[in-house]
């Protein structure tokens, strides 16, 4: 089964502290997406990339920032946590076919 | 990214079909329609994509209209288990730059009754 694992199902920073949140998946897939998922307004893509040390804005990203230095790990990083950042985070990774996503359990941030 | 309109809820008895419905106006031709569904406090699930054809899987059928604007996904025999949200997306084939990324709405929240 491919395996998308987020490192921390739960997490608590504090407002200012540097947040890294790690994605990594073990079928080889070339594309992986970062989402933050709040009541009301559905799954929101925040950034995504294609190729190794490639990426991309998605919708929402301002306040992350992005690192992919090897093809299974996708890192996302909350450079000053704010608590308007408080969200649930779900990676996703998908091949270069029209098989679809496959998403990791979430990671529910909380930053007070 | 086309667009996609959910109806926000819908109620199912189980062992009942489940049919869950998705306007997709603004579809282009390079879209597909996919389903996914997400069970509380877990990641979501693909289920099913299709283009212009219907489409059926272990898991449900889409039918997608002719003009290929809407679509509906089929729970054949809805169980309780079958409770969750459950998105339609549009997607670009992913051979593009763009990765094959897309966007979620909120969803339809489907509750299977006993």
């Known amino acids: 089964d491919v395996k998308v694992t987020q490192s921390s199902r739960y997490l608590v920073k504090r407002t200012g502290e540097k947040v890294f949140l790690e994605c990594v998946q073990d079928?080889?897939?070339?594309?992986m997406f970062w989402y933050r998922q709040d009541p009301g307004l559905g799954l929101r893509l925040i950034y995504f990339s294609y190729d190794v040390k490639m990426k991309e804005k998605g919708d929402i990203p301002e306040g992350y920032s992005v690192s992919r230095e090897k093809k299974e790990r996708f890192s996302l990083i909350l450079e000053s946590a704010s608590t308007n950042q408080t969200s649930m985070y779900l990676c996703a990774s998908s091949s270069d076919s029209l098989y679809g996503y496959t998403f990791g359990s979430g990671t529910r941030l909380t930053v007070v | 990214d086309a667009k996609t309109t959910q109806p926000p809820s819908m109620d199912c008895a189980e062992g009942r079909a489940a049919n869950l419905p998705c306007n997709h106006s603004?579809?282009?031709?390079?879209?597909?329609v996919y389903w996914y569904r997400q069970i509380h406090s877990q990641g979501p699930q693909y289920i099913i994509h299709g283009l212009k054809n219907n489409e059926t899987n272990e898991m449900a059928s889409l039918i997608i209209t002719e003009d290929r604007k809407s679509s509906t996904l089929i729970l054949p025999h809805a169980t309780l288990r079958d409770t969750a949200v459950y998105y339609c997306i549009v997607r670009v084939d992913p051979y593009n730059t763009n990765a094959g990324k897309s966007t979620f709405g909120d969803g339809t929240t489907l509750t299977v009754k006993p």
């Open positions: 079928m080889d897939h070339e594309n």
């Open positions: 603004t579809i282009s031709g390079n879209e597909y």
